[in-house]
């Protein structure tokens, strides 16, 4: 039943051959000056390019960037060096492109007014906080491409995967918030850029083993490639573990702003013409914005929350007219 699935996915009569693949991959193999200089121009125009998009909060742009970025070419390299066990200079490749879309960012940062609120910019915000769901649509992503590399005739879904992986954006933004000096923010960034490297290389090596540029399995063809899937898989493991833990603690903040919404909701019914507008976390605090007149006691609103959210939380309650009420943290 496997092989006749195989079959249909990756049909022997539209595979690409062994060497035309190698050739795509590996910029170290036939006229190598030339696809090293396509390979390093387009990626800083495509680093320049993301760092202009993510710092004016530009989606098309960040495509843009994303259609013409080459750096899957060395990573999916990667994944066919190891499953023919050869030795290629992807690893190195990938590495320098990385240091060099950083430093694009960090030059980029220096652009950014002092106080700026990183946050606030959707296209930082949503690279710095990677979940379980990022790495399995990276995964699918990656198998796609594998598959329109090995087949002729799914050529064209290239760029759509270049746009559905994120590889040049979230390194932009690891220079962008290093240069802020946002080290959180930088780590969430390169999580989800060594998850969707990750994924990458892991779908592209079962792809191209299923597809049959593998070599036999031997004594010293195994201990060749043992040590590149060991280290491989640990890497996976400490992502898998890293993307779990975020998306837990997203669920959990999203659950305490309910209950907080809900509190809040209750504690400001008591003065006529109030209401909550919004609750958000923001520096390990929740903010609850309001609309009234006269801000009641905040005691009975740490009250109500007490045994709904963890103990120590800080609650911020902030009115329309700019006046800020400091709380204090729930189970005082």
Wanted: proline content about 5%; aromatic content about 4%; some cysteine.
């Amino acid at each position: 039943m496997l092989s006749g699935i195989l079959e249909r996915v990756l049909p022997a009569s539209q595979l690409r051959s062994p060497d035309d693949l190698l050739d795509d991959l590996d910029l170290s193999t036939g006229d190598s000056r030339a696809k090293r200089s396509a390979f390093w121009t387009m990626l800083t125009l495509s680093a320049l390019i993301a760092a202009g998009g993510v710092l004016t909060d530009s989606t098309a742009t960040v495509i843009g960037a994303m259609i013409i970025a080459p750096l899957s070419t060395p990573i999916m390299g990667i994944a066919l060096g190891i499953v023919r066990r050869s030795r290629t200079d992807s690893v190195r490749t990938v590495v320098l492109g990385c240091l060099l879309v950083i430093g694009v960012g960090v030059v980029f940062s220096l652009v950014v007014p002092g106080g700026y609120d990183l946050l606030q910019n959707g296209q930082v915000a949503g690279r710095t906080s990677p979940g379980l769901l990022d790495l399995v649509a990276a995964l699918a992503t990656g198998a796609a491409g594998a598959v329109g590399l090995c087949r002729r005739d799914v050529a064209a879904v290239l760029p759509g995967v270049a746009i559905a992986i994120s590889l040049v954006p979230p390194l932009v933004v690891v220079g962008v918030c290093l240069g802020q000096g946002a080290l959180w923010l930088s780590a969430g960034a390169a999580v989800l850029f060594l998850s969707n490297l990750l994924a990458l290389v892991f779908a592209g090596m079962v792809v191209f083993a299923a597809s049959g540029h593998g070599v036999p399995d031997g004594d010293g063809a195994a201990r060749s490639g043992r040590r590149p899937r060991i280290v491989l898989g640990a890497l996976f493991a400490v992502v898998f573990v890293l993307l779990a833990v975020n998306t837990t603690a997203t669920v959990l903040i999203a659950v305490w702003t309910h209950r907080v919404e809900e509190a809040a909701d209750r504690w400001i019914a008591r003065q006529p013409d109030a209401s909550v507008t919004r609750v958000y976390t923001a520096s390990r605090t929740m903010h609850v914005e309001v609309r009234a007149r006269e801000v009641p006691p905040v005691g009975s609103l740490l009250a109500d929350l007490r045994g709904r959210v963890p103990d120590r939380l800080v609650i911020v309650v902030e009115t329309t007219r700019g006046e800020f009420v400091e709380a204090g943290p729930v189970g005082r």
